[in-house]
Every structure is written in structure tokens, then in C-alpha cells.
């Protein structure tokens, strides 16, 4: 059964600092990953998505990472704002598996101006 | 386009009562997918459909009904409302399997007292 954690739960950093956020799934036959960002009462944003067959994907001020066969992907963001701020959710999608979404519990980031 | 979208946006129902939640989406996605997600726990599937006609369940179905008689409408039905169904409810998207792009609707956030 895939099992995806992300460390840490919740991070506090100062304004202009670059940060990473983690997360390991069980099982690397993945389809691929992708990164949300969640807001306060609100929905999911996709924010990045990597294939299996790709090493990393880039937006803006984020870069994401896949080492698939550790199990493992990061989420940088440069030059951290406080419109930063959310819950960052981790999720794969695993090969043979209803093609459902299994989800980290979240990173909460605090950006402080 | 309006990408998914999901009705009611809140909802208070007493134990024993039942609803529909309305998802639908006009991005001619194929696969559709329902999820809850409670307080510090991440989201978990409660069913999905990989196109109109066919559905089947996912992670924590148990005391939820859903349909799919179109490509756009995804419905899901709460029969015998209870307090452990007590979430915010996601509906979201995607066009194929093999790990295609999920998008998420803004969500439905449910008490049950």
C-alpha cells in the first residue's frame, strides 16, 4: 500500500529566504507526483507536475524533484513572500492503482514579512 | 472554461438527513474522482469513475452513493448522514489514466450534527 509523508508538518521562515519542502512515498512504481498548494478553506492548486521518467520540473520560483528510486521528491521556493503562505500538499499517483491520488497529511509554510 | 466546479459550498445536515453533492466539470475529462479530506489527515478517495456509466470505489466508500450518466456530472450521494462524514469534500478531474494532470473543484465543506 503507497504511503506518502512529508516533513516537516510546519515551517516558519523570515521573508527572502529560499526553503525545501519533503516527501517520500513507499512505492517508487509511480506514475507520477505533483504538488498542491492549498490556502485556507479553500481547494487544491496543482502547482507542479513530474512524470515518472523526469527528474524535475520548474515554475517560477519552484523547482521540484523526483528521485523515484529512493522514494523521495523536494519542493524548492526561492526568495520566499508571505503570499507563500499555505499547506503543501504531496500526492502520487501509483502504477496499478485506480489511478487515484494518494496524498500527503502537508507542509504548513509560514513566510514572515 | 470553468475547469470543476462543485455545489453547495457549505452544508449543515442533521444525522439520519441526505443530500447530494454536485460536481461537474466542462474540460471533457474522462476520469472523475470524489475525495474527502479531514482535519490533519490528508485526502483519501471515496470513489471515482473512469467515464460516464462506470464507476467504482475508492479508499473509504462506505455510506456514500455515486452515478455517472454523463461525462460532465459527477455526483455523490450521502445516504443516512452521520457525524463521521463530517469533511470538506473534493471533486477533481482528469483527462485519461496513466497518470494524467488531477484538477480539483473548490470543495464542499459538510457538518453533520
Known amino acids: 500500500k503507497q504511503e506518502v509523508t512529508q516533513i516537516p508538518a510546519a515551517l516558519s521562515v523570515p521573508e527572502g529566504e529560499n526553503l525545501v519542502l519533503n516527501c517520500s512515498f513507499t512505492?517508487?512504481?509511480?506514475?507520477?507526483l505533483q504538488w498542491f498548494r492549498q490556502d485556507p478553506g479553500k481547494g487544491l492548486t496543482s502547482l507542479l507536475l513530474?512524470?515518472?521518467?523526469?527528474r524535475e520540473q520548474t515554475s517560477g520560483r519552484l523547482n521540484a524533484s523526483l528521485d523515484k528510486s529512493s522514494g523521495r521528491s523536494t519542493l524548492y521556493i526561492a526568495a520566499s513572500q508571505p503570499g507563500d503562505s499555505a499547506t503543501y500538499l504531496c500526492?502520487?499517483?501509483?502504477?496499478?492503482?485506480?489511478?487515484?491520488?494518494?496524498f500527503g497529511k502537508g507542509t504548513k509554510l509560514t513566510v514572515n514579512p | 472554461n470553468a475547469g470543476v466546479t462543485q455545489t453547495p459550498k457549505f452544508r449543515i445536515l442533521k444525522i439520519g438527513q441526505s443530500m447530494t453533492l454536485q460536481c461537474t466539470q466542462d474540460m471533457n475529462h474522462n476520469y472523475m474522482y470524489w475525495y474527502r479530506q479531514d482535519p490533519g489527515m490528508g485526502l483519501k478517495l471515496i470513489y471515482y469513475s473512469v467515464g460516464a456509466g462506470i464507476t467504482d470505489k475508492g479508499e473509504v466508500p462506505n455510506g456514500y452513493n455515486v452515478s455517472r450518466s454523463t461525462t460532465e456530472d459527477f455526483p455523490l450521494r450521502l445516504e443516512l448522514a452521520a457525524p463521521s462524514q463530517t469533511s470538506v469534500y473534493f471533486c477533481?478531474?482528469?483527462?485519461?489514466?496513466?497518470?494524467?494532470?488531477?484538477?480539483f473543484g473548490p470543495g464542499t465543506r459538510l457538518t453533520v450534527t
Open positions: 477533481a478531474s482528469s483527462y485519461h489514466q496513466g497518470g494524467y494532470e488531477q484538477y
Open positions: 512505492d517508487s512504481a509511480i506514475y507520477n
Open positions: 513530474i512524470q515518472s521518467s523526469q
Open positions: 500526492a502520487v499517483i501509483t502504477q496499478g492503482g485506480s489511478e487515484k491520488l494518494v
